[in-house]
């Protein structure tokens, strides 16, 4: 069975600090995706990033990175100098092969404060 | 105007009665899927559908049910409502052309049971 795990239920920095959203997933499937989604205080979700199996290159998308481990099972999520706007519930998601069922992890709640 | 929609947008009622929650979409997605968010829980998998004579439950299908009425339809019902089903429910969308696995959420059912 699939599982996305989420440690960090709420996290809480001061502005301009770098944060690490830790996630690990678990899957029998050897052609997987994993998932960022970030949701806001006004309730909708955004899509972040995806990633496959195949493909465990570090992404860098502005102040955003993604660091990918298969060996660990993990698809850590940083921000860097974090701003208040950052301030919202970040969902890691897994997905089967084909991208027919979606999970998702429990949520981390991050406050960033000015 | 959003490309996932979602009505109603909010609705409070009581125990036992049958409430539809109704998703319609623009974005020419073949696939559609309903979520219902609970604090701490993250996103739970409800029912997802592939076209308009595909249908499977998904992580908690008790309770519910679904209809696609069209491509771009997709209807959660909830027979006789219980206040264990209060939560927040989200439809999705994805294309299997696209970027595998991409949801495109509307906005969001908040559902509160008497």
Known sequence: AQKVTQAQTEISVVEKEDVTLDCVYETRDTTYYLFWYKQPPSGELVFLIRRNSFDEQNEISGRYSWNFQKSTSSFNFTITASQVVDSAVYFCALSDTGGFKTIFGAGTRLFVKA | ?114
């Open chain 2, 1 to 114: 105007d959003a490309d996932v929609t979602q009505t109603p947008r909010n609705r409070i009622t009581k125990t036992g009665k049958r409430i539809m929650l109704e998703c319609s979409q623009t974005k020419g997605h073949d696939r559609m899927y309903w979520y219902r968010q609970d604090p701490g829980l993250g996103l739970r998998l409800i029912y997802y559908s592939f076209d308009v004579k595909d249908i499977n439950k998904g992580e908690i299908s008790d309770g519910y049910s679904v209809s696609r009425q069209a491509q771009a339809k997709f209807s959660l019902s909830l027979e006789s409502a219980i206040p264990n089903q209060t939560a927040l429910y989200f439809c999705a969308t994805s294309d299997h052309r696209g970027t595998i696995g991409e949801l495109f959420f509307g906005e969001g059912s908040r559902l509160t049971v008497l």
